[in-house]
Nanobody
Framework: QVQLVESGGGLVQAGGSLRLSCAASGSIFSFNAMGWYRQAPGKQRELVAAITSGGRINYADSVKGRFTISRDNAKITVYLQMNSLKPEDTAVYYC??????????????????WGQGTQVTVSS
């Protein structure tokens, strides 16, 4: 059984930083893609950032220049460094892992697994 365990959410003031981590455990050697999605109250879940096993990266336009995704393939772990946080970044952040899905000239995660979600709250 594969599990994705997230950590690092919390409450921060606007302009602050947080770092999310997501570690995979169980019978898995690697994922073609890992990434982060978020869902704010009353809104659909949206892609924040995705990274392939080869290091190709895609960001949502709303986080470009502020967020950085990285992964450690040996540890099957993905990270999301979030800087210059804004109140509109407030959401539950979900880790996803699986294959790659392509759309509109970009890509995201075709999830086989989801993390449990971690709350990120940015106060103004």
């Amino acid at each position: 059984q594969v599990q994705l365990v997230e950590s690092g959410g919390g409450l921060v003031q606007a302009g602050g930083s947080l770092r999310l981590s997501c570690a995979a455990s169980g019978s898995i050697f690697s994922f073609n893609a890992m990434g982060w999605y978020r869902q704010a109250p009353g809104k659909q879940r949206e892609l924040v950032a995705a990274i392939t096993s080869g290091g190709r990266i895609n960001y949502a336009d709303s986080v470009k220049g502020r967020f950085t995704i990285s992964r450690d393939n040996a540890k099957i772990t993905v990270y999301l460094q979030m800087n210059s946080l804004k109140p509109e970044d407030t959401a539950v952040y979900y880790c996803a892992a699986g294959g790659i899905t392509y759309y509109s000239g970009s890509f995201g995660v075709r999830p086989d697994y989801w993390g449990q979600g971690t709350q990120v709250t940015v106060s103004s």
